[in-house]
């Protein structure tokens, strides 16, 4: 496994290391590239609603994109192979995340020998009103 | 094992946290808050379950499932796991805590993770409302496995009462083409 993620890496095939995250399948997690660089979806699906009121989607799996994001991005932007261990992660909830996919992407702010300092951002329809924000850090040596 | 994490016990003895609530005028319908838990279709996915719910205080599982590992050279549960059960815990915590009725949003969960979760066993999910003020509640919890003393998570997060986008007023609004009503 460990071999097919480095692989994978080298081949700049990020979405490839996402499909290998059994996870990511069962909440409908994937990665995909638009004009500015990787962005990690989260598929609306039925199954990820956490607020049947207002029909939004659960907080949880909303951290789990956010958590998602991180990770791809930091194996993008560094040199690791192995999929990041996660010390810690502070999600902020800014609006309601309602029924439709859910887009973040993740940016390495700090990478030091043992840690990364990691945050990331999701949106719905429009990138300047983000439904959550996350920092996170990561053991990566 | 311990069968259950001494946080769900008498909060005058056994609680870590001081608990500093005034019993309230219309007190929380415990069973009604289960029963809405029960029908979260998220929380149902990942057959998560409520031990006990009382004033200020909660108990919670959710099953090791292959299906939802986070790395597949290890076999531990995606983060995203634990984030959703203690979100869930601590929201039905405060729902537990504040008069009947009261829309709520999170506003930030903080989570570490103290070490991986072992492969092919449950999670446990204990949290406490420690302090409620008339906009804000304050909650903390932890996730384990074999013992509580042991935690596999730790957690810290606040929550908004009142919360105007998260009402069915504001879902209806939102619904209408000049829907704006969002954020909490």
Redesign the interface.
């Given at each position: 496994?460990?071999e097919a993620?480095e692989a994978l890496k080298r081949a700049g095939n990020i979405a490839a290391i996402n499909d290998?995250?059994?996870?990511?399948?069962?909440?409908g997690l994937e990665a995909i590239t638009d004009d500015r660089g990787l962005v990690t979806v989260l598929r609306f699906r039925?199954?990820?609603?956490?607020?049947?009121?207002?029909?939004?989607?659960?907080?949880?799996?909303i951290?789990?994109?956010l958590?998602?994001a991180a990770i791809l991005h930091l194996i993008e932007q560094t040199e690791i192979t192995?999929?990041p261990?996660?010390?810690?992660?502070?999600?902020?909830?800014?609006?309601?995340c309602?029924a439709a996919d859910t887009f973040a992407r993740g940016r390495v702010i700090k990478q030091g020998r043992r840690i990364a300092n990691v945050r990331a951002e999701a949106w719905q329809a429009d990138p300047e009103?983000p439904v959550a924000a996350a920092h996170a850090h990561f053991l990566i040596g | 094992m311990d069968a259950v994490c001494p946080i769900v016990g008498d909060p005058s003895t056994t609680s870590v946290w001081s608990f500093a609530v005034s019993p309230l005028k219309q007190p929380p319908d415990i069973p009604r808050i289960v029963e809405v838990f029960e029908r979260i279709p998220h929380c149902r996915a990942l057959g998560m379950k409520v031990v006990e719910l009382r004033y200020g205080q909660g108990f919670m599982t959710v099953p090791y499932d292959p299906a939802l590992v986070g790395n597949p050279t290890t076999g531990v549960v995606h983060g995203g796991v634990i984030t959703a059960l203690l979100d869930t815990l601590c929201g039905l915590v405060v729902m537990a805590s504040i008069p009947q009725r009261t829309a709520l949003a999170t506003l930030d969960l903080r989570i570490d993770y103290l070490h991986p979760a072992t492969p092919h066993v449950a999670i446990m999910g204990s949290a406490e409302c420690y302090k409620v003020t008339d906009s804000i509640a304050f909650v903390r919890g932890l996730a384990y496995q074999e013992t509580f003393r042991d935690p596999v998570a730790t957690c810290a997060g606040t929550f908004m009462l009142g919360a105007t986008g998260f009402t069915a007023e504001a879902a209806q609004v939102r619904a209408e083409p000049a829907g704006e009503g969002m954020g909490p």
């Amino acid at each position: 496994m460990t071999e097919a993620i480095e692989a994978l890496k080298r081949a700049g095939n990020i979405a490839a290391i996402n499909d290998l995250i059994p996870y990511a399948r069962a909440v409908g997690l994937e990665a995909i590239t638009d004009d500015r660089g990787l962005v990690t979806v989260l598929r609306f699906r039925e199954g990820n609603i956490g607020n049947n009121l207002i029909r939004a989607i659960h907080g949880g799996v909303i951290g789990a994109l956010l958590e998602q994001a991180a990770i791809l991005h930091l194996i993008e932007q560094t040199e690791i192979t192995v999929v990041p261990k996660i010390v810690n992660l502070s999600v902020d909830y800014l609006r309601p995340c309602l029924a439709a996919d859910t887009f973040a992407r993740g940016r390495v702010i700090k990478q030091g020998r043992r840690i990364a300092n990691v945050r990331a951002e999701a949106w719905q329809a429009d990138p300047e009103r983000p439904v959550a924000a996350a920092h996170a850090h990561f053991l990566i040596g | 094992m311990d069968a259950v994490c001494p946080i769900v016990g008498d909060p005058s003895t056994t609680s870590v946290w001081s608990f500093a609530v005034s019993p309230l005028k219309q007190p929380p319908d415990i069973p009604r808050i289960v029963e809405v838990f029960e029908r979260i279709p998220h929380c149902r996915a990942l057959g998560m379950k409520v031990v006990e719910l009382r004033y200020g205080q909660g108990f919670m599982t959710v099953p090791y499932d292959p299906a939802l590992v986070g790395n597949p050279t290890t076999g531990v549960v995606h983060g995203g796991v634990i984030t959703a059960l203690l979100d869930t815990l601590c929201g039905l915590v405060v729902m537990a805590s504040i008069p009947q009725r009261t829309a709520l949003a999170t506003l930030d969960l903080r989570i570490d993770y103290l070490h991986p979760a072992t492969p092919h066993v449950a999670i446990m999910g204990s949290a406490e409302c420690y302090k409620v003020t008339d906009s804000i509640a304050f909650v903390r919890g932890l996730a384990y496995q074999e013992t509580f003393r042991d935690p596999v998570a730790t957690c810290a997060g606040t929550f908004m009462l009142g919360a105007t986008g998260f009402t069915a007023e504001a879902a209806q609004v939102r619904a209408e083409p000049a829907g704006e009503g969002m954020g909490p």
